[in-house]
């Protein structure tokens, strides 16, 4: 990993790592009203205007706060952050919170998405129909993605799924503890050798990085007999950035979270 990675040290801009990893861009904005401004903010037409105090002096701007978020929405408005909690408080029941295991080997599930679900087929035609959300974990203990629906009006679930080798994008806890393990392992020399090289400073916390991660699934000869079982099991392969500096090439590094193993793809 460590010849992998440093080739590419440097030479990964934002631009170019981004379109081949598929990640988000950050793109800087110009704040309105600041062009053509001075850093002493004294000099300008309109500045001496102001102090002038005459007849075109621009008076001072009004900031309207935004309208307090309603604690229940309508229809198929977004879920309000009431909405949400609600849901994911009934849905993770005294039984799961009991039985199912997080990323970092903690009781309790997984939480991964809070959505509002879509209505039933009788209810297409209801401008206001009943509000419900759809609330997914994942359970470490056994590898299941668990999918409860809940009514937002009765507070109960109307439905429970559990489904075996599904593997839903990764929340940012995963991908977290996926660059901890990282981190820790001999395997993760590479990264902090590069971190290293772009920053003088000792790589020692995921805090201390960007990343996005991908799902990894086993493909047959494609990797080490231990990842033999990512997609049964849940697996990430991480793309980290030094903040506010280049991407480091980690792609040949996968980590198992459910075996809580990192392992090294062969090279084609």
Same mark, same amino acid.
């Given at each position: ?102 990323? +970092?080997?903690?009781?309790? &599930?997984? *939480?991964?998405? @809070?959505?509002?679900? /879509?209505?039933? %087929? =009788?209810?297409? +035609?209801?401008?206001?129909? &009943?509000? *419900?959300?759809? @609330?997914?974990?994942? /359970?470490?203990? %056994? =590898? ?125």
């Amino acid at each position: 990993m460590r010849e992998i990675v440093h080739r590419h040290l440097g030479k990964m801009v934002a631009g170019a790592a981004i379109a081949v990893a598929g990640t988000a861009v950050m793109v800087g904005i110009t704040l309105p009203g600041t062009a053509g401004a001075d850093e002493t903010g004294g000099t300008g037409a309109a500045a001496r205007s102001q102090q002038a105090g005459g007849a075109g002096a621009a008076r001072p701007g009004v900031v309207e706060s935004p309208p307090a978020e309603s604690d229940k929405g309508k229809g198929t408005d977004p879920l309000t952050d009431d909405e949400t909690e609600r849901a994911e408080r009934i849905a993770a029941d005294r039984q799961l919170l009991a039985s199912a295991e997080n990323v +970092d080997g903690r009781r309790g &599930p997984q *939480r991964l998405t @809070v959505d509002l679900a /879509d209505p039933e %087929d =009788d209810e297409a +035609d209801d401008p206001n129909p &009943p509000r *419900r959300a759809d @609330v997914t974990f994942y /359970d470490y203990r %056994d =590898d299941t993605l668990v999918t409860k629906t809940v009514d937002l009006d009765t507070g109960k679930v109307e439905e429970t799924g559990v489904q075996h080798g599904v593997q839903p994008p990764l929340s940012r806890a995963e991908n977290t503890e996926a660059a901890a393990l990282l981190i820790a392992d001999p395997l993760g020399a590479g990264l902090k050798a590069d971190y290293k090289d772009a920053t003088g400073r000792e790589l020692t916390s995921p805090d201390q990085l960007l990343f996005n991660g991908a799902v990894y699934r086993a493909t047959p000869g494609a990797q080490p007999a231990a990842l033999d079982k990512c997609g049964e099991h849940r697996c990430v392969r991480l793309f980290p950035k030094v903040k506010n500096g280049p991407w480091i090439d980690a792609r040949s590094i996968v980590v198992d979270l459910s075996a809580r193993k990192v392992a090294q793809l062969r090279r084609g």
